[in-house]
T-cell receptor
Framework: AQKITQTQPGMFVQEKEAVTLDCTYDTSDQSYGLFWYKQPSSGEMIFLIYQGSYDEQNATEGRYSLNFQKARKSANLVISASQLGDSAMYFCAMRELPGGGADGLTFGKGTHLIIQP | NAGVMQNPRHLVRRRGQEARLRCSPMKGHSHVYWYRQLPEEGLKFMVYLQKENIIDESGMPKERFSAEFPKEGPSILRIQQVVRGDSAAYFC??????????????FGNGTRLTVT
């Protein structure tokens, strides 16, 4: 089973509208972190926001917020007042406590967001 | 620039040649991760290293690929006898904290390898 599922391969949104990018995850760990990264066409990976499994409040960073629903295992990214510069690939990722192996990130396949003027 | 530095940014190799990708982690970070991104895909974990140690290489192809992180100098991902299927973007990330699920990985800008 996939650990991170992003069901929206692509989205078109009008400028200034809010947009929600979906992410569901699968883990049996109690302690884990959820991350969103933005990858513009230039290719770099930009860290946007983090949510810990024990955090009771949804994370917010400027126009980004994370809608964390632990029981449903979802961690959707919400971008308010979208801008043309938000057009990019967005990746949801999870980091679990190490179990003798890598403690890096597991990524979803991404959502390609296009903001239209 | 105190971020993760990768070079070269673009690398073109003919089939059968060797590719060497370099990564200098953020200052103070001693954990390095390599990821590969195929077109239209997310990043796939390849290998996790600490200084002079490979901690987990479960994502590395068994042949032609190797990685090191020497005591001095950058981490190197080496691909011998490249084939067209090796064409991808290779990202390096670093972390200062091991075993911490609440620390983001900081990525370099990637090396885009094209095999002709």
């Amino acid at each position: 089973a996939q650990k991170i599922t992003q069901t929206q391969p692509g989205m078109f949104v009008q400028e200034k509208e809010a947009v929600t990018l979906d992410c569901t995850y699968d883990t049996s760990d109690q302690s884990y972190g959820l991350f969103w990264y933005k990858q513009p066409s230039s290719g770099e990976m930009i860290f946007l926001i983090y949510q810990g499994s024990y955090d009771e409040q949804n994370a917010t960073e400027g126009r980004y917020s994370l809608n964390f629903q632990k029981a449903r295992k979802s961690a959707n990214l919400v971008i308010s007042a979208s801008q043309l510069g938000d057009s990019a690939m967005y990746f949801c990722a999870m980091r679990e406590l190490p179990g003798g192996g890598a403690d890096g990130l597991t990524f979803g396949k991404g959502t390609h967001l296009i903001i239209q003027p | 620039n105190a971020g993760v530095m990768q070079n070269p940014r673009h690398l073109v190799r003919r089939r059968g040649q060797e590719a060497r990708l370099r990564c200098s982690p953020m200052k103070g970070h001693s954990h390095v991760y390599w990821y590969r991104q195929l077109p239209e895909e997310g990043l796939k974990f390849m290998v996790y290293l600490q200084k002079e140690n490979i901690i987990d290489e479960s994502g590395m192809p068994k042949e032609r690929f190797s990685a090191e992180f020497p005591k001095e100098g950058p981490s190197i991902l080496r691909i011998q006898q490249v084939v067209r299927g090796d064409s991808a973007a290779y990202f390096c990330a670093s972390s200062g904290t091991v075993g911490s699920y609440n620390s983001p990985l900081h990525f370099g800008n990637g090396t885009r390898l094209t095999v002709t």
